[in-house]
């Protein structure tokens, strides 16, 4: 409860006081010696520097490797704008064995979502936090192209032609990698900027965060103030990712911001608490003519100093999320999708993903979130979904005023649940040619969904 982390916390959506799904809402008690009882568990002592751990069944602790992490980074990669770095290869490596300190200090870790956090001192801050900033006030909407990141264990920035091909992260603290983040979670001080960056046939496993962090949050992702900064032609393929998020729960196994051109391909995600793979930011603020869901009558997100309007469009356009294999994901959080996209996003296609076992009443295969424009979610399959197989937040609570259209979902086929969202020729949403299977009653076309989702055979690689 130190501050202003615990200021940060009180404040914004999502709150203690106004959870999302209050129903599920948990809060948490950690490291203290009396909760320390079942095999396997640990408890620190920083001041007196000691660690208590009780051994599991059979365990020799005469014999036993304990690794008490120290480093907040393995590798952080960054050049410059106008001199990137260029041509690494990371291949065959384990990277492990990090630990992040921030929030063990006084700014804690006020998150947003995934990955993004409130730090420092916020003006205007209200006397009453509890009943004046709950669900959103002026001090917190001031803040928003102001978040943080969380830094990664490998990073990076102002790079290009980068890859990282057959290697392992696991036992890390935190994100494991972070490709182009704001310049805060970068070591080198310099963000963004990254392109031709190709992640390929690794292991994540057994993280306090996240697998994959894609783009920054703050402006210059967005809409950046020199070319050099965009995110280009990031390729993330074959990769297995499972047992993460296990500390930072809110946090997507795979996730992009603001990019161009990125093909999502062939994963096999499983085993995290909240999304499996998350496209876009920005609630569609940062959008065309911005979003009317954030003006005052609303939010009052554009009444906030520097919170422009935008007549332009952001870098994100032509995402491709193709072939992967997402399973047991959302296992905390009902809010949010298995593959969960925000924003417009010129060009962007969900297609031939397999999509299982999202249990839980309000459980989300695919959502098309706040602002999202221009999906095609097509010939996916999805399997036992507990709530919603398609979910679009068409806000309907602000029409006629539009904000996610433009939408298509064709060909897809599910077993569970149900269609959500205004699919309507005014909002020129289109849901055509869905089908409900029975079981696993599967077509041909379906089965073939299934067979070629996930990492493919070594003999179909490059």
């Known amino acids: 409860m130190q501050q202003p982390g615990w200021r940060n916390n009180l404040i914004g959506y999502d709150t203690i006081a106004r959870p999302v799904s209050a129903e599920v809402a948990r809060l948490f008690l950690v490291n203290a010696l009396a909760f320390l009882r079942e095999p396997g568990q640990w408890y620190v002592d920083p001041k007196a520097g000691l660690l208590y751990y009780k051994p599991l069944p059979g365990e020799d602790m005469r014999r036993a490797k304990v690794v008490m992490p120290i480093l907040e980074r393995l590798v952080s990669i960054g050049g410059s704008y106008d001199r990137p770095v260029r041509d690494l290869q990371f291949r065959h490596l384990a990277f492990r064995h990090t630990s992040w300190l921030q929030p063990s200090g006084p700014q804690g870790y006020a998150s947003q979502q995934s990955g993004a956090y409130l730090a420092g001192e916020l003006t205007g801050y209200p006397a009453d936090p509890i009943r004046d900033c709950s669900w959103g006030c002026p001090a917190f909407e001031a803040m928003r192209n102001r978040w943080n990141q969380q830094p990664a264990a490998v990073q990076v920035a102002a790079a290009t032609r980068i890859v990282f091909d057959d ?15 704001n310049a805060d979670a970068n070591d080198g001080g310099v963000g963004l900027g990254a392109a031709a960056i190709e992640v390929t046939r690794n292991s994540f496993s057994d993280l306090a965060g996240g697998a994959i962090m894609v783009g920054g949050i703050r402006p210059d992702a967005h809409h950046p103030s020199r070319p050099e900064m965009g995110l280009r032609d990031i390729l993330i393929r074959d990769n297995r990712i499972a047992g993460v998020s296990r500390d930072y729960k809110e946090q997507s196994a795979i996730l992009v911001t ?42 009052g997100y554009y009444d906030q100093p520097g919170n422009l309007v935008y007549d332009t469009p952001t870098t994100l356009r032509d995402t491709v999320v193709v072939g992967n294999r997402v399973t047991k994901v959302k296992q905390w959080f009902p809010d949010g999708g298995a593959i969960y996209h925000l924003s417009a996003d010129p060009g962007a296609l969900i297609a031939d993903n397999y999509i299982a076992d999202v249990a839980g009443a309000g459980g989300i295969a695919v959502y098309l979130d706040e602002g999202s424009r221009y999906v095609t979610v097509r010939n996916n399959v999805i399997d036992r979904v507990g709530g919603v197989w398609l979910n679009l937040n068409s806000q309907d609570f602000i029409a006629p005023k539009r904000t996610a259209l433009d939408n298509l979902a064709i060909g897809n086929w599910y077993n569970s649940g149900r269609l959500q969202g205004s699919w309507t020729d005014y909002l020129n949403n289109r849901s055509v040619d869905n089908i409900k299977v029975e079981g696993d009653a599967w077509p041909a076309a379906a089965r073939s969904v299934i067979d070629h989702s996930g990492v493919r055979p070594q003999d179909k690689q490059p």
């Open 167 to 181: 290697d392992q992260f696991s036992q890390l603290g935190q994100v494991a990698l972070g490709i182009g983040n």
């Open 258 to 299: 603001y990019a161009s051109g990125t093909v999502i391909a062939n994963n096999d995600v499983s085993d995290a608490p909240y999304d499996g793979i998350d496209i876009g930011w920005g609630w569609g603020t940062n959008d065309p003519g911005g979003s009317a869901e954030y003006w005052r009558q609303q939010r």
